[in-house]
């Protein structure tokens, strides 16, 4: 079992930025990926960003150049740093953490980016 704890989300103007932090209850060294999820109202859940227990890092297309995922294994939490905020942005982001064949998920974050 993994917990996941999301912190960060919020109303910002466009070309604003916001930080997103999810702290895991668990080492990383026994998490295989890491990763942020979004899902606007009336749309599917889409990976955004995501980083492997090697560090390998993978982006939407969308979001690559403005958005950032990095990890602190000291403190057992990823940050996505999200730059150059769009409305299309807007959204409730996740935090997954996948175990072998397990994926977790947090509660959840609203982001919303007005015009």
């Known amino acids: 079992q993994v917990q996941l704890v999301e912190s960060g989300g919020g109303l910002v103007q466009a070309g604003g930025s916001l930080r997103l932090s999810c702290a895991a209850s668990r080492v990383f060294g026994s998490i295989n990926r890491m990763g942020w999820y979004r899902q606007a109202p009336g749309k599917q859940r889409d990976m955004v960003a995501t980083?492997?227990?090697?560090?390998?890092?993978n982006y939407l297309d969308s979001v690559k150049g403005r958005f950032t995922i990095s990890r602190d294994n000291a403190k057992n939490t990823i940050y996505l740093q999200m730059n150059s905020l769009k409305p299309e942005d807007t959204a409730v982001y996740y935090c997954?953490?996948?175990?072998?064949?397990?994926?977790?998920w947090g509660q959840g974050t609203q982001v919303t980016v007005s015009s």
């Open positions: 997954n953490a996948r175990v072998m064949l397990s994926d977790y």
């Open positions: 980083v492997t227990s090697g560090g390998t890092t």
